[in-house]
C-alpha cells in the first residue's frame, strides 16, 4: 500500500504548472503628473542648492572642508537605514514562508495518510468482476452496496489526488519564493556589509578633517560677523523656498478643476489657513533633550537666537514635528546637514547639525515620522538639532508652539 500512495506522489511531484507572465500596468495620468511635479520640484530645488554652494564657495570658511565627507557619511547612513528597513521586510516574508511550508507540510502528511487508508480500504475489498458475483448467486442487495462502495473510494481518491497535487505544487511555489528571499536577504546583508566599511573611512576621514580645521573653526565662530552672515543665507535661502512653493501652489490653484470634476491627491499637503495654525501649543519637539538658547536672545558671536539647539547623543532620532513634505535636504556651512519640511500655507520647519538626513527632496512625512539622525555636522563643537520655525520667512518661537507635558 505505501508503494503505491509513494508511486502516486511522485507522479504528483514531476507536476508543475506553467506560470503567467506578469504584465505591466500602464503609469495612470494622475501619477505621471504627480511624478512630471516632483520631477519640477527637484530641479529646481537643486538649482537653488547650486546656487547656493557657489555662493558659499566664494568666501572660505574651515566648516566647508568638513561637506564632502559629512555628505557621504549622511548618505551612507540613508541607505544603511533603508537596507535595514529592507532587511527586515524580508526577513518577516521569509519567516512566513516558513510557516507556510510548515503548514502544507503537515497537510500533504495528513493527505497522504488518508490516501494511504483509502488504498488499503481499496485492496482489502479488492476489484471484483460484476459478472463473476452474479454467476456466484451472492446477494444482488449486498452486491449493490459493495459496488457502490467501491465507486465511492474511487471517487473520494480521485479527489484526494487532486487535493496532493494542488498542496504540492503550492509546496513547490513556496520553496522557490523561500530560495528567492533568501538570495535577496544575502544581497541586502552583503551590501549592508560594504556600506558599513565605507562609512567606518568616512567617520575616519571626518575625524582626522575635524581635528585640523577645529581650531578655525571655533575662531571663526567667534569673529564679528560670522554667525550674522550664517543666519543670513539660512534666511535667504528660507526666502527663496517660500517664493518656489507660493509659485507652485498658484500653479496648482490655477489647475484646479472645475467643481465637479474629479479631484486628484496632491504631492503638497493641502493648503489651509488653520491646518499647521491651530497645532500651535500642541507640537512636541523633534526630540528628547536639554534645550540651550532663548529665541531672541543675543548669541556669542553676534545676532541673536531664531530658534533652539536641543542637545542630544549622537545618533538619536529626529522627528518630524507635524505632517508635510521635504522641500530640502542638503549640507548647509555652518548648519551642516540641513533639512527643512513644508507644512502648507508657509509654515516651515528647520532641522540642522544632522549626522544623517533619513528624508530627501519630495518625500511626504507625517507627525512623528524619523527624519533624521543627531550629529554635530557643519562644526558645531555640541551634538545636538538646531531646530527652527517660519512662517512667510520670518522665525517663531519654537517655545510657544510645543508642549513639554
Keep these: 500500500m505505501t508503494w503505491c500512495a509513494a508511486a502516486l506522489l511522485g507522479v504528483c511531484f514531476a507536476f508543475s504548472g506553467a506560470a503567467d507572465a506578469a504584465r505591466k500596468k500602464p503609469a495612470r495620468p494622475e501619477i505621471a503628473r504627480k511624478q512630471a511635479d516632483l520631477k519640477e520640484l527637484r530641479d529646481r530645488i ?5 546656487e547656493l554652494a557657489a555662493n558659499e564657495g566664494k568666501r572660505a570658511h574651515a566648516s566647508d572642508q568638513l561637506r564632502s565627507s559629512e555628505r557621504e557619511i549622511s548618505k551612507l547612513q540613508r541607505e544603511l537605514h533603508h537596507l535595514a528597513l529592507e532587511h527586515k521586510e524580508l526577513q518577516t516574508t521569509l519567516n512566513q514562508l516558513n510557516r507556510q511550508s510548515e503548514a502544507l507540510g503537515k497537510t500533504i502528511t495528513q493527505q497522504q495518510s488518508r490516501l ?28 449493490a452496496r459493495d459496488l457502490y462502495y467501491l465507486k465511492a473510494i474511487a471517487g473520494e481518491r ?19 519564493e523561500t530560495r528567492a528571499q533568501v538570495e535577496d536577504l544575502a544581497e541586502v546583508e552583503a551590501e549592508q556589509k560594504k556600506h558599513h566599511a565605507e562609512l567606518q573611512r568616512q567617520r575616519q576621514q571626518r575625524q582626522t578633517v575635524l581635528a585640523e580645521v577645529t581650531g578655525r ?36 490653484a490655477k489647475a484646479k478643476p472645475k467643481a465637479g470634476a474629479q479631484v486628484e491627491n496632491k504631492y503638497l499637503p493641502e493648503d489651509s489657513s488653520s491646518a499647521f495654525a491651530r497645532q500651535k501649543g500642541k507640537l512636541r519637539l523633534p526630540l528628547r ?39 530640502f535636504a542638503e549640507w548647509m556651512r555652518s548648519f551642516g546637514n540641513l533639512l527643512i519640511i513644508d507644512h502648507g500655507d508657509a509654515y516651515l520647519s528647520i532641522y540642522g547639525n544632522n549626522e544623517t538626513l533619513l528624508k530627501q527632496v519630495g518625500e511626504e512625512v507625517k507627525g512623528g515620522d524619523a527624519i533624521a539622525h543627531v550629529g554635530n555636522s557643519g562644526g558645531n563643537p555640541e551634538t545636538g538639532l538646531y531646530f527652527e520655525l517660519r512662517h512667510q520667512g520670518q522665525p517663531l518661537d519654537p517655545m510657544k508652539w510645543v508642549s513639554l507635558k
Design 289 to 327: 533633550g536639554a534645550v540651550s538658547g532663548n529665541f531672541g536672545a543675543a548669541r556669542d558671536g553676534g545676532g541673536v537666537w531664531k530658534g533652539l539647539f536641543i542637545h542630544a547623543g549622537a545618533g538619536s532620532e529626529v522627528k518630524a514635528i507635524a505632517p508635510g513634505r521635504v522641500v
Design 217 to 252: 573653526i571655533q575662531a571663526q565662530r567667534k569673529q564679528i560677523g560670522n554667525l550674522q552672515q550664517d543666519e543670513k543665507r539660512l534666511s535667504q535661502l528660507v526666502d527663496r523656498l517660500s517664493k518656489l512653493l507660493a509659485a507652485q501652489a498658484a500653479s496648482r
Design 158 to 176: 480521485a479527489l484526494l489526488l487532486a487535493e496532493i497535487r494542488k498542496t504540492l505544487e503550492q509546496k513547490k511555489a513556496l520553496a522557490e
Design 116 to 143: 494511504e487508508q483509502l488504498i488499503y480500504q481499496q485492496y482489502l475489498r479488492g476489484a471484483p468482476d460484476t459478472l463473476q458475483l452474479l454467476l456466484n448467486g451472492d446477494d444482488p442487495n449486498q452486491l
Design 46 to 50: 537643486e538649482a537653488l542648492r547650486k
